[in-house]
């Protein structure tokens, strides 16, 4: 397309010349005598360009310029002077004139090459406001359809709820038989792929995340997390610290390097409070140059070339859950907010996942528990008769033992007892029913011995080998009947985890607030699966380990009397149960 100027002033045949130099350049070219003649038809047409003469008939060049200038800011004006100054120069320059030309002797030749530039340098700048605007207006349909896709999601999380919310309710009506179970069980393992499929539509993480939310399994869930993490971020050192409901200390949940931990294994550090400190804020930390930190640049030191870290807390609503761990050395990338935002979405979804997880497994041992109570009721309403008997034909054997030292009924009087107390350990743990204790002030070491009194033999004959180191020789308060059940499953554990005989050695100590006891055996240890699952009766089928239900009836006799128990192991060197009783 042919521009259009428009040429102000000059006399007639300064017109014609002008006018002839530029239709043989095919430019389209519109004459004014004076300024109003040039405002009116710029009013009217459009111009592409602007000659304007200096000397006008009706008014100066710099005063219709600026009109100009202010009216039309996108189309170029070139003043022409007979004779030029610089002040007249940098006057109309100032005052918004694209060029300014004397007509001097190279005159044509500098017109032809001002026009033709400035119409070149104006074509770019309309293409940029036209740039521009397509820019706005794409920002405001973008930001219109972001607006959108936020009621999407308030929508569909709601829709979230209601289903899981429905689950929840599904769940607890399935107490009445095994195949009322395994059919809710369906339909929830059907919720949840409903759930799944839902997250994964409306979520903006990656594929790792969807499938993240497909894993029944925590470990294998940990194990992917923590592939994606590496095989994402092409570190090696990174690690899922989860929080352990029982002794509120931070575990290994998986773990990419050695050691499992940087900030955990870091001697000159208080790593476990530093951590604690952060899943306590519930604020991602990114560290970007660890070795500038004031508090961690002790870590560039215990590891050389450690450059960078990210921490960040994981947890669903107000329940603490652990914390994700990520390290970066020199010749990796240094992390970015992109990063950590990256392994904040990951760590929401895994806390997604291992909540529902954890919910579900609890759900399950409850049922679990529920028949294994109603199965104790009933051997123990069947055998009950017979257990009767059996004291009745004891004591009648009694006079013809009447000299006896042991009468027959006090043999038989013990093991019926014991028989009676299982039964009812396991009703009772079912139904997580309190027992009403009789306690009393019980001297420690004196208790200790009279059940390593009671248990000398069967340990003698196991080949199990007792050490005693009592430091502790104050009293402590319990219901004596109860808490020999607790040491006669301990009994029982320390036989099941050295079937070919060992040591066993029980220490006591304490202060005047709590008192210590501590069982440590020197046989094989436990994998760490199992010593996750160790009070759970229903996790895992190694013969010998299946003295769990023994010692999660231990657990509830300790529970009534606001006793903790801990279990550490040592793999190929076996495992401390540790018993804290508070003595205030």
């Given at each position: 397309m042919r521009a259009n100027i428009l040429l102000i002033g000059g006399s007639e045949s300064a017109q014609e010349s002008i006018l002839e130099i530029l239709q043989q350049q095919k430019y389209t070219v519109v004459t004014a005598s004076n300024g109003a003649d040039g405002l009116d038809y710029m009013a009217q047409h459009h111009c592409d360009l602007i000659l304007l003469e200096h000397s006008l008939p009706d008014t100066d060049g710099l005063s219709l310029l600026q009109k100009i200038v202010r009216n039309h800011t996108d189309v170029p004006v070139i003043m022409m002077t007979d004779n030029g100054s610089e002040g007249l120069a940098v006057g109309a320059l100032k005052n918004g004139a694209s060029d300014y030309l004397t007509k001097s002797d190279d005159f044509v030749s500098k017109l032809s090459y001002s026009i033709s530039d400035n119409l070149e340098k104006f074509e770019m700048k309309r293409r940029n406001w036209e740039l521009e605007n397509q820019l706005r207006s794409s920002y405001k349909r973008q930001k219109e359809l972001n607006r959108q896709l936020e009621e999407k999601v308030q929508q569909r999380t709601e829709e979230l709820e209601r289903a899981y919310q429905l689950s929840n309710e599904l769940m607890a009506k399935a107490v009445d038989s095994n195949m009322q179970l395994a059919e809710l069980y369906t339909e929830v393992d059907e919720a949840r792929r409903r759930l799944d499929a839902k997250i994964r539509e409306l979520s903006l993480l990656n594929d790792i995340g969807k499938t993240i939310t497909m894993i029944p399994d925590r470990d294998e869930l940990l194990q992917l997390t923590l592939s994606s993490v590496y095989g994402e971020l092409g570190i090696e050192h990174c690690a899922i610290l989860l929080i352990d409901e029982d002794t509120q200390r931070l575990q290994i949940g998986v773990s990419y390097g050695r050691p499992d931990d940087l900030l955990l294994a870091a001697k000159p550090l208080a790593g476990d409070r530093i951590l604690w400190d952060t899943i306590k804020k519930d604020v991602p930390?990114?560290?970007?140059?660890?070795?500038?930190?004031?508090?961690?640049?002790?870590?560039?030191?215990?590891?050389?070339?450690?450059?960078?870290l990210m921490l960040v807390p994981m947890r669903i609503d107000s329940c603490e859950i652990g914390i994700f761990t990520v390290y970066g050395f020199e010749h990796n990338a240094t992390f970015t907010q992109d990063d950590l935002n990256f392994i904040v979405s990951l760590a929401g979804q895994v806390s997604i996942s291992l909540s529902n997880i954890r919910f579900t497994s609890q759900r399950v041992f409850n049922e679990q528990m529920k028949e294994l109570g109603q199965?104790?009721?009933?051997?123990?309403?069947?055998?009950k008769p017979s257990l009767q008997r059996i004291r009745g034909v004891a004591e009648e054997l009694d006079g013809q033992h009447a000299e006896d030292s042991v009468l027959p009924s006090q043999a038989l009087s013990g093991?019926?007892?014991?028989?009676?107390?299982i039964f009812d350990g396991f009703r009772r743990l079912s139904q997580n029913e309190k027992s009403i204790l009789a306690k009393q002030r019980v001297p420690v070491t004196e208790f200790l011995e009279e059940m390593f009194a009671e248990f000398d033999t069967m340990l003698e004959e196991r080949q199990i080998h007792v050490h005693r180191h009592w430091a502790y020789n104050g009293n402590f308060f319990i219901d004596r009947e109860k808490m020999a059940h607790v040491f006669r499953h301990l009994t029982d554990y320390a036989c099941h985890i050295m079937p070919n005989g060992g040591n066993w050695t029980v220490s006591s100590r304490g202060d005047k607030d709590a008192l210590s006891l501590e069982f440590t055996d020197d046989g094989d240890g436990m994998p760490s699966e199992t010593l996750a699952h160790f009070f759970n009766p229903f996790i895992g089928h190694e013969s010998q380990y299946d003295c769990r239900l023994s010692m999660s009836l231990a657990r509830k006799i300790l529970e009534e009397h606001h006793a903790q128990i801990d279990i550490r192991n040592a793999p190929e060197k076996g495992t401390t149960i540790r018993i804290v009783f508070p003595l205030f």
């Open positions: 930390l990114l560290i970007q140059d660890v070795e500038f930190d004031e508090q961690l640049n002790v870590l560039a030191v215990e590891y050389p070339g450690l450059e960078c199965l104790a009721e009933f051997f123990h309403d069947q055998l093991s019926v007892t014991r028989i009676e107390e």
